[in-house]
């Protein structure tokens, strides 16, 4: 038996056993379970659901990405039925990339008993600044957008986002199974880039890879050109999941570089095609489930996946490079699962009481094929998602425009 198999099966059996106390006469199988509000009340006309990020500044498409992603998944739970027959209410406050705004936004939803469940505050440095008030008044919080950090000291808090330390894995077997034999980094000089850093320097070497380096940017950088000539013998070079990776990939294609330009699930945005151009042709990227903007029949995508990016669409249209046409969904999947991981165990425990539904949602054994992710679901030290959650894509462009392809199936 695999880890991964076993820690599915442990999380089913406490599933199992946590229904049979709590909820006899609810049914669960294949994943799925009775509508929310059979049987049980959870006392109040409305749960609230509290979101706080970027709405406004430079980062304002993640913010919007998520609050349509958890208005298209409240909506759809609304519709069977909410939460212990309470309807979901969804709250937004603006971070508008300001720390203060945000542990600001986090202490008020952390005092208000009408919110049963926190998304955000998105970014690493900002949610590390706010976890405190979310444990110290026992507020569940789900967090789609912070990719380090320890969760499994937490008691109310849960990521359903890729860990860095994931990504970082799944790159490292995607690396070596093509012949290269070193890695270097070039990232910010900050946390993040820092924290990054030591993470492939660590697996990279734990796998047999020589390590060449990490390369630290600064924000003022008009060229990464430096950077890449100091890393050029290196197999691959790992990139920043913000912005400026489109500069080292734009510097690597000037440089003539051959190798592998690789980095985390930030690089998915198109932003990075946008402005990298034509040089972010063959970049890879580790991230959770992401066929779009595949050239996949859709009737091949996972069905929560697919209904949920087909609403998005529907309500919200989707996002075009006005420069190279990529295509990316206005969504943040994984921002949804926070409310389906949240209403599935509220029914398990038939209560939203913060300690029986942190209880439950640790318990949680979600299909990857109900997921508005299309990721399953069943946490491990307060991480929603494994290893087998993970992928490998590359970006491509041909006659037809850009895509993503696959290249760990």
């Given amino acids: 038996m695999t880890f991964t198999t076993g820690r599915k099966l442990t999380a089913l059996l406490g599933a199992a056993l946590l229904l049979t106390a709590c909820a ?34 430079p980062f304002a498409v993640a913010g919007i990405s998520l609050e349509n992603s958890l208005k298209v998944e409240i909506d759809r739970l609304n519709g069977e039925g909410g939460v212990g027959g309470a309807k979901l209410e969804l709250v937004v406050r603006d971070s508008g990339l300001d720390p203060a705004k945000a542990v600001q936004a986090a202490n008020e939803f952390a005092g208000d008993n009408s919110i049963g469940l ?26 789609p957008m912070v990719a380090t950090g ?38 910010e000089g900050d946390d993040a880039g820092k924290g990054t850093a030591d993470e492939v320097k660590a697996q990279a070497e734990a796998a047999g890879l020589t390590w060449k380096g990490f390369e630290a940017t600064r924000p003022d950088d008009q060229s990464h050109r430096a950077y ?26 000037e440089a003539g570089y051959k190798g592998l330009i690789v980095g985390g699930s930030g690089a ?62 206005k969504a943040a999947e994984i921002a949804a699962d926070c409310v389906l991981a ?4 509220a029914d398990q425990a038939r209560s939203i009481d913060p ?19 299309g990721n399953s679901i069943s946490p491990e030290k307060h991480e929603f998602f494994g290893m087998d959650d993970i992928h490998v894509y590359q970006w491509k462009k041909d006659d037809q425009g850009w895509t993503t392809v696959e290249v760990t199936k």
Wanted: proline letters at 4%.
């Fill in 24 to 57: 006899g006469k609810e049914e669960r199988a294949g994943g799925t379970q009775a509508a929310s509000g059979n049987g049980w009340s959870a006392g109040l006309p409305v749960v609230k659901v509290g979101l706080i990020g970027p709405m406004t500044g």
């Fill in 268 to 329: 998915r945005n198109i932003s990075f095609v946008e402005a990298a151009g034509d040089a972010a042709d063959g970049a890879l990227f580790s991230a959770t489930y992401y066929p779009y903007p595949s050239r996949d029949a859709r009737d091949t995508w996972k069905a929560g996946y697919r209904q949920h990016i087909e609403e998005i669409e529907k309500r919200f249209g989707k996002n075009v490079g006005p420069k190279t046409g990529a295509e990316s969904p």
């Fill in 228 to 253: 890449v000539d100091r890393l050029k013998d290196a197999g691959a070079i790992w990139i920043s999941n913000s912005a400026s990776g489109a500069k080292t990939m734009a510097a690597a294609s």
């Fill in 118 to 143: 926190v998304v955000g505050p998105a970014l690493s440095a900002f949610y590390n600044a706010a976890k405190g008030s979310f444990e110290s008044s026992k507020k569940i919080n789900c967090q």
């Fill in 342 to 345: 949240y209403v599935k165990a």
């Fill in 150 to 187: 320890d969760f499994s000291t937490l008691k109310y808090g849960f990521r359903a986002q890729d860990p860095v330390s994931l990504d970082v894995a799944k790159m490292i077997e995607y690396i070596k199974d093509t012949g290269a034999t070193s890695i270097g980094v070039i990232y």
């Fill in 355 to 373: 300690d029986a539904v942190a209880a439950a949602i640790e318990n949680l054994e979600i299909s990857e094929q109900e997921t508005p992710s």
